[in-house]
């Protein structure tokens, strides 16, 4: 049954069959919301260094719930996710297994849960990009963003996108829910217009002259002054500069692209060699420099363009914490409007 399950799921399978003489046998099944451009280099190298063959079923949202459907007879050895939010989600309705390979002592305690139920893969952080030619500062703080310095000067997505509930979620951990209210209610109102669009978006904003601060996450920067296909973008890119949030302080919020093996893995051990050679130093490399992500292995070194915006200083408050107050930062969002914009 699982066979025939697995036969009907896999669409946009990788099949990798080349493989040496002394390597591993077997599969790995594998369910990612990341995009195949990012994960197809991480699993041909996969492949060549354990001949483990990898299927892939890619899909933009639902796989958490399709594997909750499937229960017991899911082909699902692993998923790979984006945001704290699932993977914490996960591990919450019973989706999780312990990843038992001693790799995951390469990460550090913040980016992986205690138990072992999920790990970070590579971080993302959400910074300030400014316009070159209206802001001076090379330092800032997130509780800057308060202040009347930058009264209509700011833009960002909507604040209930997956990217600023985690943000938000940080704040409260360091701060305390009514210190996070105060300060988004003032971030609301200092707001150059109402929240829409997407983090790219942003960054247009601020070459239009409509905003000077926009909320970002660093990536976005490498993708652009690399998008060929829509040049423009890299006109958005160079209009702005980034500055990394209390740098010198308590450090940057970052998010995680992260991973977990799914509860009823029928290929579990495969499955923690694949967690194994994510967090290798060639893996954690090619999440570098493919899509300008930070290593979450400390030994191993953002891209040369991601270098060049300046140095993350990680927060390192545990991400178990930061998730924990996601649905407060939901309610903040909803009870102060975030959504319709400035409201002084």
Same mark, same amino acid.
């Not at 699902?76 to 790799?103: F, K, M, S």
């Not at 971080?123 to 209206?134: E, G, T, W």
């Not at 967090?279 to 363009?305: G, K, M, R």
């Given at each position: 049954?699982?066979?025939?399950?697995?036969?009907?799921?896999?669409?946009?399978?990788?099949?990798?069959?080349?493989?040496?003489?002394?390597?591993?046998?077997?599969?790995?099944?594998?369910?990612?919301?990341?995009?195949?451009?990012?994960?197809?280099?991480?699993?041909?190298?996969?492949?060549?260094?354990?001949?483990?063959?990898?299927?892939?079923?890619?899909?933009?949202?639902?796989?958490?719930?399709?594997?909750?459907?499937?229960?017991?007879?899911?082909?699902?050895?692993?998923?790979?996710?984006?945001?704290?939010?699932?993977?914490?989600?996960?591990?919450?309705?019973?989706?999780?297994?312990?990843?038992?390979?001693?790799?995951?002592?390469?990460?550090?305690?913040?980016?992986?849960?205690?138990?072992?139920?999920?790990?970070?893969?590579?971080?993302?952080?959400?910074?300030?990009?400014?316009?070159?030619?209206?802001?001076?500062?090379?330092?800032?703080?997130?509780?800057?963003?308060?202040?009347?310095?930058?009264?209509?000067?700011?833009?960002?997505?909507?604040?209930?996108?997956?990217?600023?509930?985690?943000?938000?979620?940080?704040?409260?951990?360091?701060?305390?829910?009514?210190?996070?209210?105060?300060?988004?209610?003032?971030?609301?109102?200092?707001?150059?217009?109402?929240?829409?669009?997407?983090?790219?978006?942003?960054?247009?904003?601020?070459?239009?002259?409509?905003?000077?601060?926009?909320?970002?996450?660093?990536?976005?920067?490498?993708?652009?002054?690399?998008?060929?296909? +829509?040049?423009?973008?890299?006109?958005? &890119?160079? =209009? /702005?500069?980034? $500055?990394?949030?209390?740098?010198?302080? !308590? *450090?940057? #919020?970052?998010?995680?692209?992260?991973?977990?093996?799914?509860?009823?893995?029928?290929?579990?051990?495969?499955?923690?060699?694949?967690?194994?050679?994510?967090?290798?130093?060639?893996?954690?490399?090619?999440?570098?420099?493919?899509?300008?992500?930070?290593?979450?292995?400390?030994?191993?070194?953002?891209?040369?363009?991601?270098?060049?915006?300046?140095?993350?200083?990680?927060?390192?408050?545990?991400? +178990?914490?930061?998730?924990?107050?996601? &649905?407060? =930062? /939901?309610?903040? $969002?909803?009870?102060?409007?975030?959504? !319709? *914009?400035? #409201?002084?």
């Amino acid at each position: 049954m699982k066979a025939t399950l697995l036969a009907s799921l896999l669409v946009g399978t990788t099949l990798f069959t080349a493989v040496p003489a002394f390597a591993q046998s077997g599969e790995v099944n594998i369910y990612s919301y990341r995009e195949q451009a990012l994960l197809q280099p991480l699993l041909d190298g996969f492949a060549e260094e354990t001949g483990i063959r990898a299927n892939v079923l890619y899909a933009g949202d639902g796989l958490l719930e399709r594997l909750e459907a499937e229960g017991e007879l899911s082909p699902a050895d692993v998923v790979l996710t984006v945001d704290i939010g699932n993977l914490v989600g996960a591990e919450e309705r019973g989706l999780t297994q312990p990843i038992t390979t001693d790799a995951l002592e390469r990460v550090p305690a913040a980016f992986r849960d205690s138990d072992g139920a999920w790990t970070a893969l590579s971080l993302r952080a959400r910074v300030f990009y400014v316009s070159k030619d209206r802001v001076d500062a090379e330092t800032l703080t997130y509780a800057d963003l308060a202040t009347e310095e930058w009264d209509g000067r700011i833009c960002t997505r909507p604040g209930d996108h997956v990217y600023n509930i985690g943000l938000i979620a940080q704040r409260i951990a360091a701060t305390g829910l009514e210190e996070t209210r105060e300060w988004l209610t003032a971030v609301r109102d200092n707001l150059a217009f109402a929240p829409t669009g997407n983090d790219r978006g942003q960054v247009k904003s601020i070459l239009d002259g409509t905003c000077d601060l926009a909320i970002v996450n660093t990536y976005y920067m490498g993708a652009m002054l690399n998008n060929e296909a +829509e040049p423009e973008q890299k006109d958005w &890119a160079n =209009a /702005a500069r980034i $500055v990394y949030p209390d740098a010198e302080g !308590e *450090g940057t #919020q970052v998010n995680v692209a992260g991973g977990f093996i799914a509860a009823h893995a029928p290929n579990a051990a495969n499955a923690n060699a694949l967690i194994e050679y994510l967090l290798s130093d060639e893996a954690q490399q090619i999440y570098a420099d493919t899509n300008y992500e930070y290593p979450v292995v400390p030994s191993v070194s953002p891209a040369e363009l991601t270098l060049s915006w300046g140095t993350l200083n990680a927060s390192q408050i545990p991400l +178990e914490e930061v998730a924990a107050h996601r &649905a407060e =930062a /939901a309610q903040l $969002v909803d009870e102060l409007r975030f959504n !319709e *914009g400035p #409201q002084d």
